[in-house]
C-alpha cells in the first residue's frame, strides 16, 4: 500500500473514530482548518509548584497579535527535553509551532535538565506525571481571571512532544486511564515507558535517525510497532541523535513542515493537513527521509 493510501485511510480512521471528541458531549467535533499564514510568537515563564519537593520551571511560547494573545483558543503542546538539556533549546522549534497557532508549554524538568543540583537520567520514570501537573495547571489557569493567556487555551485538545528522553517521557504521559484531553504525541529519538501506549488511542509521529547512536533507531520502532492507534513514523536516513531539529540543517524542513501538519490534523482536526502528510517528508534531496502510516490494527 502506497504512502497516499496509507494516509487516506489514516484520515478516515481519525475522523471516523479517533477524532478530537467535544467535551461537554463526548460526540464527534466536525473537522475544521488550522489558522492560516503565520502568528508573531510571544514567551512567558513560570514555576509550578515553586516550594514543592519537584519545583517545575516552565517556558510558554503562544501566537501574538499586536503585542498581546492572539484572538481565540489554541491546542496545547506540552514539549519535554532530553538529558542534560533546556526547554529553550528547542526554540528552533516550538516557536515555529507556536507562530503556526499552537500554545507550547516546556517544563525544565528537575533532575535531568542542564544545571541540575542532583541530576540523574533514572529520574526520566517520574516526568509524565510532572507532565500531567502541568496539564492540570494549564486547565485552571484558562479561567483564572486576569491572566493574559485566560480564555485562550483550548484545553479539551492537548498534544505531548518531545525528544530523546522527553520522547520516552511523551510515551509514558499515554498510559492506561489517561485523560482524553491528551489528543496526540510526537515522540522524537525516543521510545516506549513502561505501561506506554494504553488507554484512549491517540494518533502518534515517531520521528528517528537512522544512524542515531544513543537511541537507536529500532527502539522508535519497537515502540512504534506497540502503539494501538493510527502512528506514522518519519526516519532520518543516515542521520543522527537530533541535528535534524537544527533550523538550516538537512531534515529540519522536513520535520518541521510534518509535525506541524501532524499537530494540525490531530489537535485542530483538519484533514486538509493529514493528506499533506506524505509530501511534507519529501525532500529535493533523494534519500534523505521516508515516512510511513498505518492504521491501527
Known amino acids: 500500500m502506497g504512502a497516499k493510501r496509507l494516509v487516506a485511510v489514516l484520515v478516515t480512521a481519525l475522523l471516523a473514530g479517533c477524532a478530537p471528541a467535544t467535551a461537554a458531549t463526548g460526540g464527534q467535533a466536525p473537522p475544521r482548518h488550522a489558522p492560516e499564514g503565520t ?3 510571544g514567551v512567558r515563564t513560570f514555576t509550578l509548584d515553586p516550594t514543592s519537593a519537584r519545583p517545575l520551571p516552565v517556558t510558554v511560547w503562544y501566537p501574538t497579535r499586536d503585542g498581546a494573545v492572539a484572538p481565540g483558543r489554541f491546542p496545547v503542546v506540552i514539549y519535554s527535553h532530553g538529558l542534560d538539556s533546556l526547554p529553550e533549546l528547542h526554540a528552533g522549534l516550538t516557536t515555529r509551532w507556536a ?3 499552537f500554545v507550547v508549554a516546556a517544563p525544565a524538568y528537575p533532575h535531568t535538565r542542564r544545571g541540575a543540583a542532583r541530576f540523574t537520567r533514572a529520574d526520566v520514570r517520574h516526568q509524565p506525571a510532572d507532565g500531567w501537573r502541568l496539564i492540570r495547571h494549564l486547565v485552571g489557569l484558562d479561567t483564572r481571571p486576569g491572566d493574559p493567556l485566560s480564555g485562550h487555551l483550548d484545553v479539551t485538545r492537548f498534544g505531548a512532544a518531545g525528544h530523546s528522553a522527553g520522547g520516552f517521557t511523551t510515551a509514558g504521559m499515554f498510559t492506561s486511564g489517561h485523560s482524553p484531553r491528551l ?3 510526537v515522540i522524537i529519538a525516543g521510545g516506549g515507558l513502561a505501561g506506554s501506549f494504553a488507554g484512549p488511542a491517540a494518533p502518534l509521529l515517531f520521528v528517528h535517525g537512522t544512524a542515531d547512536p544513543i537511541v537507536p533507531v529500532t527502539v522508535g520502532r519497537a515502540a512504534y510497532a506497540r ?5 506514522a513514523f518519519l526516519s532520518l536516513l543516515g ?9 538550516g540543517r538537512p531534515g529540519f524542513a522536513q520535520v518541521l513542515a510534518t509535525t506541524l501538519d501532524f499537530l494540525r490534523w490531530t489537535l485542530y482536526g483538519d484533514p486538509d493537513a493529514a493528506r499533506r502528510l506524505p509530501t511534507d517528508a519529501t525532500s529535493p534531496t533523494p534519500g534523505l527521509t521516508h515516512y510511513t502510516a498505518r492504521q491501527s490494527p
Open 99 to 101: 507562530a503556526a497557532g
Open 183 to 185: 489528543r496526540a504525541g
Open 39 to 41: 502568528y508573531a510568537v
Open 239 to 247: 542521520q543522527g541523535h537530533g541535528e535534524y531539529l537544527t533550523p
Open 227 to 231: 502503539t494501538p492507534g493510527p502512528a
